[in-house]
């Protein structure tokens, strides 16, 4: 059949996803006495222990970073006092080492 050919009445089933299966689950060989250790998928019975989801865990790390102030004014004030004083100086080949370590840590990651 070509392309832009059209074939009569076709109907087409959508495909209900299935269920994920949920830690501590019945059957199979996991859980607490299970061999692939404890809260695993399939197990026998509930282990006990929380699941983390991705939502949780962004949640959590949201709620640490607003905690965080937006601008450290104590560290702020320190480095404006010694740029005045003329304390505060730079080594530009250790910011020129510290960017090619980054860059190459980014590339392998």
């Known amino acids: 059949m070509k392309v832009n050919q059209t074939a009569g009445d076709v109907i ?39 699941i983390k989801t991705s939502t949780s865990i962004q949640s959590n790390i949201k709620k640490a970073i607003d905690a965080e102030p937006e601008i450290r004014t104590e560290l702020v004030k320190n480095y404006k006092e010694q740029i005045k004083s003329g304390e505060y100086k730079i080594d530009p080949d250790e910011v020129a080492s510290k960017m090619i370590y980054d ?7």
């Open 12 to 50: 087409i089933n959508k495909k209900t996803p299935e269920p994920l299966p949920t830690a501590g689950g019945t059957g199979g060989s996991g859980g607490p006495s299970g061999a692939d250790g404890p809260g695993r998928p399939g197990g026998k019975g509930d282990s006990g222990w929380a």
């Open 103 to 109: 860059s190459l840590v980014e590339d392998l990651a």
